[in-house]
């Protein structure tokens, strides 16, 4: 049987990382047993949704290149299927069970907007007992009913892929509603008859939903569809092991795509929180996510989201990509900055000097200035070097040499600095440090005779002679 798996994002915020964590394996798995990966939009809390938001979250997925199979045609594209496009499916199907006596209508008055928003299940309704005249009395008096799923008091049970067998008893749960009066579908009854009519095999989502799932199961077994399997993945925590949100950094997947992080580096990373290859590697390709993903492998316990492992894989990927292609991805960083990126010969050769040392693009510019601005900042470090004495020895016969050359190169360089050495009988840390913090503000960075070339005669004379004014 071919495999169908869905994700299902609310438009009501941008695309969480648990919620791209959720999609991610989901489209392994699609990917990975040759099934369908649906996406499916649940835009029914009209209020909290947008669609500029929802065009957010396909902007995000498409960047991190999770391609979606079906949904209804747009012109050429799949469109996803969208809640608020199917009322009438789930009107449909609550007329029957209105006339199956498996839901009732209710005329209980929701306290307040919200309390109606968030379906308030009501433990003692009895409005299922009302004759026929009594409801048309009351909908003469303007009530509009929801309607109201009556809950069999019984046991259930399911299989989790995660988490094996689960059980709920049926008399936890009170009479929960399906319609409210305005005709809006809530979660749960709508991803029912969603996930069925869809042909969803695999139901793979994060594990705050598992408590939702025996409403689920009862409502699949009123409207007499098949399960599907059910996968609840831990939840991602925080460094300090409270549930991750914005306390702890960036939460949502633009928020990382706009720091300067590849989509390549947030897969990987993503799908390793729960997950795990079976070969122990991390530095994992999609090709081989895809082909190495299995349920078997997924942990039963929270994943700590890492923003330190992350920096360092996507500092590998940085390393590892395509130096037209970091310029490409640099460019708007060093624009937002104010810098002059005409240039773009020079733009290349600055980007790959810095290439080695980058953890995510938004640190382009901040490392790069020195070679786009007429000035060096100076951090903390670099005003301890700037404050020695053999520093000033060092500035001061650097600029002696400085005067025998016209051209910078990285031989020229070697050469001058050895002068240096001879003449001041300075060697090691001493001689290098002073010049790499005069040439970059900082004490560590990209090999100081390639940056000197990339600054050029003239900034470097100047640059050391400020570094020398401030000793
Ligand atoms: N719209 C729900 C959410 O974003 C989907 C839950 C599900 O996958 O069933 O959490």
């Known amino acids: ?24 394996l989901n489209w392994l798995f699609a990917r990975h047993t040759n099934g369908k990966f649906i996406l499916r939009i649940e835009d029914t809390d009209v209020e909290r949704s947008s669609r500029q938001l929802e065009e957010a979250i396909y902007e995000d997925l498409r960047w991190l290149g999770l391609d979606w199979d079906e949904g209804p045609d747009k012109g050429g594209e799949y469109g ?9 499916i789930y009107q449909d199907y609550a007329q029957r069970l209105l006339a199956e006596g498996k839901a009732y209508l209710c005329y209980c008055k929701p306290k307040t907007r919200k309390d109606e928003r968030q379906d308030v299940e009501k433990a003692h309704c009895n409005c299922y007992l009302l004759t ?13 009913p929801v309607v109201r799923f009556r809950v069999p008091k019984e046991e259930i049970r399911f299989d989790d892929i995660v988490w094996g067998e689960v059980v709920f008893s049926g008399e936890n749960i009170s009479d929960f509603v399906l319609l409210r009066s305005d005709g809006v579908a809530t979660y749960n009854y709508a991803v029912v008859i969603d996930d069925a009519l869809m042909r969803i095999t695999h139901v793979i989502r994060g594990e705050d939903h598992i408590s939702n799932t025996p ?4 409502l699949y077994k009123a409207l007499g569809f098949s399960l599907p399997q059910f996968a609840h993945i831990p939840m991602i925590l925080g460094f300090d092991h409270t549930r991750l949100s914005k306390r702890h950094g960036a939460t949502s997947v633009r928020s990382y795509r706009e720091k300067g992080y590849l989509p390549e580096a947030m897969v990987n990373f993503l799908s390793l929180l729960s997950w795990s290859s079976e070969s122990g590697d991390e530095l994992l390709s999609v090709e081989r996510l895809i082909a190495e993903f299995d349920f078997s ?12 492992k992350l920096n360092w894989m996507n500092g590998w990927y940085i390393r590892h990509t395509n130096l037209d292609r970091l310029v490409r991805l640099a460019l708007p960083h060093l624009k937002k900055a104010g810098y002059d990126v005409s240039n773009l010969d020079f733009v290349t050769r600055v980007i790959s000097v810095v290439q080695e040392k980058l953890e995510f693009l938004e640190q382009v510019p901040e490392m790069t200035s020195m070679f786009f601005q007429d000035s060096v900042v100076y951090s903390s470090e670099a005003r301890e070097w700037l404050a020695k004495e053999s520093s000033r020895k060092v500035f001061q016969a650097f600029l002696q040499e400085l005067k025998q050359v016209q051209k910078i190169t990285p031989e020229k360089f070697r050469e001058i600095m050895k002068s240096v050495q001879k003449s001041t009988g300075i060697r090691g840390k001493e001689l290098w440090m002073p010049i790499r913090v005069a040439l970059t503000g900082r004490p560590h960075g990209p090999e100081l005779p390639v940056v000197a070339e990339l600054l050029g005669y003239d900034k470097c004379c100047k640059f050391v002679q400020k570094a020398l004014s401030e000793t």
């Open 1 to 24: 049987m071919e495999t169908r798996v869905r994700f299902a994002p609310s438009p009501t915020g941008y695309l969480h990382v648990g919620n791209a964590r959720t999609a991610i």
């Open 215 to 218: 409403k689920q199961l009862l």
């Open 297 to 308: 492998r997924i942990s039963k316990s929270a994943a700590v989201f890492n923003p330190e």
């Open 80 to 88: 996803p299927y969208r809640q608020s496009e199917r009322l009438s």
């Open 132 to 144: 026929e005249a009594e409801k048309r009395q009351k909908e003469a008096s303007g009530i509009k």
